[in-house]
C-alpha cells in the first residue's frame, strides 16, 4: 500500500515536472520569437554627447543629456574587469547567461532572510534589461529576461558584452559608463585609477544613488570594501593591494559637472549654435568632437584679464550695496530648507561667493556662504564697503542681517565684493590665418548669455580712426602732412544732420601738428579736416577693404570720429589687415570635427595671409599705418603699453561720445587682441574713463601672457617707401612716404605743408 502511494505519489510529481517543462517549453516557443532584435548591441551606438576642446586639447565644453565615452573593451584596465566581475558576476565567463549557481545562492538566501535581498542577476541580463526592459520585478520581466541573456550569449562574445555592459551602464551624476564615471567622480581617465577608486565604481552599478561617493560617502566605502574582499578572495589582487586600497584615501572631484579647468563657455556655446545648425539633433548624441583654435593658456589670460579689468573698473565707482534682502528669520535653526528655496537661483559667480549676512556691526560681518560655511569678515576686508555698515547708511543700501552680499578670498582673507554691472569683452586672433586665439564675450556667461564680441554692435570711437587715416594714405596724405588742429564747425548737410561743433577729447587745440602725431594724441579736429580732405565717400568704400559694410558707416564726417557701428570680432579682422602686412583673413574658431571614434569628418581650410588671402592693402599702407601706430603705444594714448617691453607693439585707443565705450585694439605682427567695456544699456562710463583707463590695461594684462615667448620682430619697408630724416618735437627721426607722394597730394587741398620741408620753429609759430 505505501509503495502504491509513493509511486502515485512519484507519478504526479513526474506529471507536474512534464507539464512544467512543457509548459517552460511552449512559454519559451511562444516569447522567444518575439524577443526584440539584437540591432541595437550588435550595432551599438550610444547617446555619446557633443564635446568641445581647445586646441591644445583641454575640453572647454559638453552638450547632451547624457554624459558618456566610450572605451573599446582592449582599452579597458584589467584592474576595472575583474572589480566588476567581483561585485557583479564571478562567473561571467562560464555561464551561457544565467547563472545556476547563483540563482539557487539567491533563492536560499532570500528563504533563509524570508525577504528578497538578491536577484542574481548577471551581467548579460544586467544588458538585457538596460536595453529592452524595464527594472518592475515580474515574473514575466525575469522569464523574458532570462530568454534574452540567452539569446545575446548566442550572438555576442563574452567581451562585446561586457563592452556593451561597461559603456552602457548608468552610474549616477548624469554619467554613462565607465569612462565618464571615472572623469565625473575622480577627474581623471579610467587607465589612471587606482585599485581602490576602481572598486568604488564597480560598486556603483547596483545602486548608483545610495552607493555615490560624492552624496553617500560612508555607504559607497561600505560598498567599496565589500568589492576589494571579493577581489581578494578571488586572487585579482595580491594581500598587499588589498591592504593598500583599504587604507587608501580616495578624494572625489568636487563641482558641477560643467565646471572646466578653461573658461570658454562663449566659444562652447558658438560651437553649440553652429552643430546644431549643421547636424539637428544629432549634435546632442552622436558624440562628435569638436576642436576649436583657442590656446587654452591664452584663453585662461582673457578671461582673468577681463575679470579683473571689470572688476577694478567698478570698484573705482563705488560699492552700491546688497543684492537684495531676505527675511532674518530665515536664518533661524530648522529653517534651512526654506532659505535654500529663497536663494534658490542666485548663484556663486566664480570667486565672487553668495553671503547671506548673520550679522553685521562696522567692525566685523559674519555671513553664511550657500555651501553652507560661516565665514566672518573684518579689518581691510570691510573697507570696499565701509559706508554700507553705517548707521547712516540708507536701508536700501545698507548692510544688515538677511541682506544679500558677495565675498571673495583675498591674500588677507574674506572680504566683500560686488559683481559688476559693466560689460566687456575680449577678442583675440592670428593675423596670419584667422585663428581665434581666445575670446572672453563677457563677465560670466551664466549671468549673460549674451556675446558682446560677436552680438553688440557698439560704436568704435577712436579706434577706428586708423583706417580713415590710411585711406588717406592711399589718396596722398603723408605721416608728416601738416594739419590745423583748430576749432571747426560743420554744416549740416555734411554731416546728414543739424550744425555740428566737434572737440577734442581734452577740449584743447594744438595748431599744426603732424598727420602722425594727430593719430598718437587721438586728435579729433585732424581727424575730421582728413576725412573733408579724402572724402567721406571714398573712404566709406575704402573701409570694405577690412571687412566693414558700408552700411554701417554712413558717408559722414561723423566717420572720423568712429559713429558707425562694429563688432569687436569685426575690429579684430580689421587690425588684421594692418598687422599681416594688408591681407583680408576671415577670422574662424573651429579648427576641426571627429566622430566618437576619432575618424575626420571637417576640417578648415582658412585663408592664410601670403598664400591664398586675397590681399585688400599695398603692403606700404600697412607699413606706413603699423608705423604710426607703434607711436601711439611709444608716446601717444596707450604708452601705458610700455610696461610691456616690447617695440613691435601698435594699436589705438577708442573712446565715444560721452563715454558709453571704451575700446582697445593693438596688436604685433603676431597676435591681434581687441577689448570693449560698456554697460549693456548705454550710459556713460564716467567722466574720467577712456580707453586708455578702462580697456587698455585688460591688454596688457592679456598680452603680457600671450606674448610671453613670441619673438619680437622688426617693421620690414617694403617697396614703394622712401624714408626721409625730419625734425619733430623729440628730434630727428625717420619719415616714411609713398614714393609718388613725398609731399602732400595737393588735388587734396590741404596745402603742400609737410614737416620735412618746413622748419621746426616756423611750425610753432603757426597758430589758429
Do not use: C
Amino acid at each position: 500500500m505505501t509503495r502504491r502511494i509513493v509511486l502515485i505519489a512519484a507519478g504526479i510529481i513526474v506529471g507536474i515536472a512534464i507539464f512544467a517543462v512543457g509548459l517552460l517549453f511552449f512559454a519559451v516557443l511562444l516569447t522567444y520569437p518575439r524577443l526584440p532584435s539584437l540591432e541595437a548591441l550588435t550595432d551599438y551606438r550610444p547617446k555619446i554627447p557633443l564635446r568641445v576642446y581647445t586646441a591644445d586639447n583641454v575640453m572647454i565644453g559638453e552638450f547632451g543629456e547624457e554624459r558618456r565615452a566610450f572605451v573599446p573593451i582592449d582599452k579597458v584596465p584589467a584592474a576595472m574587469k575583474q572589480a566588476l566581475l567581483a561585485a557583479e558576476d564571478e562567473r561571467f565567463y562560464s555561464h551561457g547567461g544565467v547563472d545556476y549557481i547563483g540563482v539557487l545562492r539567491a533563492m536560499l538566501g532570500n528563504i533563509v532572510s524570508g525577504h528578497s535581498q538578491s536577484g542574481a542577476s548577471t551581467i548579460t541580463m544586467q544588458v538585457a534589461r538596460n536595453f529592452y526592459l524595464s527594472n518592475e520585478k515580474t515574473f514575466t520581466r525575469k522569464f523574458n529576461e532570462a530568454l534574452l541573456s540567452f539569446k545575446i550569449e548566442h550572438n555576442l562574445s563574452k567581451d562585446q558584452i561586457l563592452e556593451l555592459y561597461i559603456n552602457q551602464i548608468y552610474l549616477g551624476q548624469r554619467a554613462y559608463g565607465f569612462a565618464t564615471a571615472a572623469q565625473t567622480y575622480y577627474g581623471k581617465p579610467l587607465d589612471s585609477l587606482t585599485i581602490a577608486e576602481t572598486a568604488m565604481l564597480a560598486g556603483l552599478p547596483k545602486a548608483p544613488s545610495a552607493y555615490n561617493p560624492i552624496a553617500n560617502p560612508a555607504r559607497a566605502q561600505l560598498r567599496q570594501r565589500y568589492v576589494l574582499r571579493r577581489m581578494h578572495e578571488l586572487r585579482f589582487i595580491t594581500d598587499e593591494q588589498y591592504r593598500q586600497a583599504l587604507d587608501e584615501k580616495t578624494q572625489t572631484k568636487r563641482g558641477t559637472a560643467s565646471a572646466f579647468s578653461v573658461h570658454a563657455e562663449y566659444v562652447s556655446e558658438m560651437v553649440r549654435q553652429m552643430m546644431v545648425e549643421r547636424y539637428k539633433d544629432a549634435a546632442y548624441t552622436q558624440g562628435f568632437k569638436v576642436y576649436t583654435t583657442l590656446d587654452s593658456q591664452q584663453q585662461t589670460a582673457a578671461y582673468d584679464a577681463v575679470r579683473k579689468g571689470l572688476t577694478v573698473y567698478d570698484a573705482r565707482h563705488g560699492y552700491r550695496g546688497p543684492e537684495g534682502f531676505l527675511d532674518p528669520a530665515l536664518l533661524q535653526a530648522g529653517k534651512e530648507e526654506q532659505l535654500i528655496d529663497a536663494l534658490e537661483g542666485v548663484e556663486d559667480a566664480g570667486e565672487f561667493r553668495l553671503g547671506v549676512v548673520r550679522q553685521a556691526t562696522p567692525k566685523a560681518v559674519i555671513a553664511q556662504l550657500k555651501s553652507g560655511e560661516e565665514i566672518r569678515v573684518e579689518g581691510d576686508g570691510l573697507r570696499f564697503a565701509r559706508f554700507a555698515l553705517s548707521d547712516k547708511a540708507p536701508q536700501t543700501s545698507r548692510i544688515r542681517a538677511g541682506a544679500l552680499i558677495r565675498v571673495r578670498q583675498g591674500e588677507k582673507g574674506w572680504q566683500i565684493a560686488q559683481l559688476p554691472q559693466v560689460e566687456g569683452g575680449l577678442v583675440s586672433m592670428d593675423p596670419q590665418n584667422g585663428a581665434i586665439k581666445a575670446l572672453v564675450g563677457g563677465f560670466d556667461f551664466n549671468r549673460n548669455h549674451f556675446n558682446h564680441v560677436t552680438q553688440a554692435w557698439r560704436q568704435p570711437g577712436s579706434s577706428f580712426k586708423p583706417f580713415v587715416y590710411s585711406s588717406a594714405i592711399e589718396r596722398g596724405v603723408t605721416p608728416a602732412t601738416l594739419i590745423n588742429d583748430a576749432p571747426l564747425v560743420i554744416d549740416p548737410q555734411e554731416i546728414g544732420g543739424q550744425r555740428w561743433e566737434p572737440k577734442n577729447y581734452d577740449g584743447r587745440y594744438s595748431g599744426m601738428m603732424t598727420v602722425r602725431d594727430a593719430l598718437t594724441r587721438s586728435k579729433n579736429l585732424v581727424s575730421i579736416r582728413i576725412l573733408q580732405a579724402v572724402g567721406p565717400q571714398y573712404t566709406q568704400q575704402f573701409i570694405t577693404r577690412f571687412g566693414f559694410p558700408p552700411k554701417n558707416h554712413p558717408a559722414y564726417l561723423t566717420m572720423a570720429l568712429g559713429a558707425g557701428s562694429v563688432t569687436p570680432l569685426q575690429m579684430a579682422e580689421g587690425y588684421s589687415v594692418f598687422a599681416n602686412t594688408g591681407y583680408r583673413v576671415p577670422s574662424y574658431f573651429i579648427d576641426r570635427i571627429e566622430s566618437d571614434r576619432g575618424q575626420l569628418l571637417a576640417r578648415m581650410q582658412p585663408e592664410v595671409a601670403g598664400q591664398n588671402a586675397k590681399r585688400t592693402l599695398s603692403a606700404r599702407n600697412a607699413f606706413v599705418m603699423t608705423s604710426m601706430m607703434q607711436d601711439v603705444v611709444r608716446f601717444g594714448t596707450a604708452a601705458k603699453a610700455r610696461v610691456l617691453g616690447r617695440q613691435d607693439l601698435a594699436g589705438k585707443t577708442g573712446t565715444t561720445n560721452d563715454a558709453h565705450d571704451a575700446w582697445f585694439a593693438g596688436f604685433s605682427p603676431h597676435l591681434v587682441a581687441v577689448v570693449w567695456i560698456g554697460f549693456d544699456q548705454p550710459r556713460s562710463l564716467g567722466g574720467t574713463e577712456t580707453g586708455g583707463a578702462a580697456a587698455l590695461p585688460v591688454w596688457i594684462d592679456y598680452m603680457g601672457i600671450a606674448l610671453k615667448n613670441a619673438p619680437e620682430t622688426t617693421l620690414q619697408i617694403p617697396e614703394g617707401i622712401v624714408t626721409q630724416t625730419i625734425q619733430t618735437e623729440r628730434g630727428a627721426r625717420n619719415e616714411y612716404f609713398y614714393a609718388e607722394f613725398q609731399e602732400t597730394n595737393p588735388e587734396l587741398g590741404l596745402g603742400s605743408g609737410n614737416a620735412a620741408t618746413q622748419p621746426l620753429e616756423e611750425i610753432k609759430e603757426q597758430l589758429f
